[in-house]
């Protein structure tokens, strides 16, 4: 059975309203948009929908105590809470280098979670 839902498109700060419609596990229709990336849209955010994951895990011998780190690409909604639960585990040792992978593949998704910057080292005197 087909059913239609309507979602904002964010690719771009026109924001257009879709009107995209489901059915047989496809997009078969979509109204509102001003451009094809909309339907792209539609069809990700109804039948794959994905977000960025952003968070921080704990740090030793570092000038901070927490690494921020996040998702190098979206990964599918429904793995955020299993991923962050993941990263709850994981304790890096300083310093740090942006975008050096802190898990790799994580819950066999094919994206790596990175270091969202630098941390240097604590220097003891
Ligand atoms: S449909 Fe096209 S113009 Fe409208 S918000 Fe999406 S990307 Fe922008």
Redesign the pocket.
């Known amino acids: 059975m087909a059913e239609t839902r309507e979602i ?9 309203t ?1 009107q995209a419609t489901v059915e047989n596990g496809e997009v078969c229709d979509a109204r ?8 792209a ?1 539609a069809r990700e955010e109804l039948l794959d929908p994905r977000r960025m994951l952003t968070a921080t895990v704990a740090l030793k011998g570092g000038v901070l105590r927490r690494s921020p780190v996040r998702s190098e690409r979206p990964l599918p909604k429904a793995m955020l809470l299993r991923a962050a639960e993941v990263l709850r585990s994981v304790t890096l040792q300083a310093p740090v280098a942006q975008g050096q992978v802190v898990v790799a593949d994580i819950l066999g998704s094919g994206v790596d979670i990175i270091a969202s910057r630098d941390i240097a080292a604590e220097v003891l005197s």
């Open positions: 904002i498109c964010v690719t771009c700060p026109m924001g257009c879709v509102g948009q001003a451009c094809k990336r909309g339907v849209f």
